[in-house]
């Protein structure tokens, strides 16, 4: 094949774990629907088939537009919001819920993969 090894279709779930603050939707992209829909089928297009994807968007909510927290809510996006000022309170609040959420779905086949933005 061309080198990937593609995970078994038991497992029926995506999760993205994306830091809003260092990786935004595009200025140019209209809404995060658009950003969402090409997510969605890049993904697909990976893994040959269609899986549940869950995304988690880590960001102060205060920094947030109105527009993106509506797209996002529309899309079943959840925004977590990290209050901090910190530099990096975002990046070990990911790392947390990544780390719990892997102790979690330790032996049962949940997720077919966890992507990083």
Request: charged share 20%; glycine share 4%; proline share 5%.
């Amino acid at each position: 094949m061309n080198g990937h090894s593609f995970p078994s279709k038991k497992a029926q779930k995506v999760i993205i774990y994306w830091d809003y603050e260092n990786c935004p939707i595009p200025k140019q992209a209209t809404s995060f629907g658009n950003v969402w829909n090409t997510m969605q089928r890049r993904i697909f297009s990976y893994l040959q088939y269609e899986v549940q994807i869950e995304a988690k968007v880590y960001i102060a909510a205060s920094k947030l537009p109105n527009k993106i927290k509506q797209g996002m809510d529309v899309c079943g996006a959840r925004n977590i919001d990290i209050p901090s000022w910190k530099p990096e309170a975002v990046d070990k609040r990911i790392l947390v819920d990544l780390a719990l959420d892997l102790y979690q779905w330790k032996g049962h086949n949940i997720c077919n993969a966890v992507v990083l933005i």
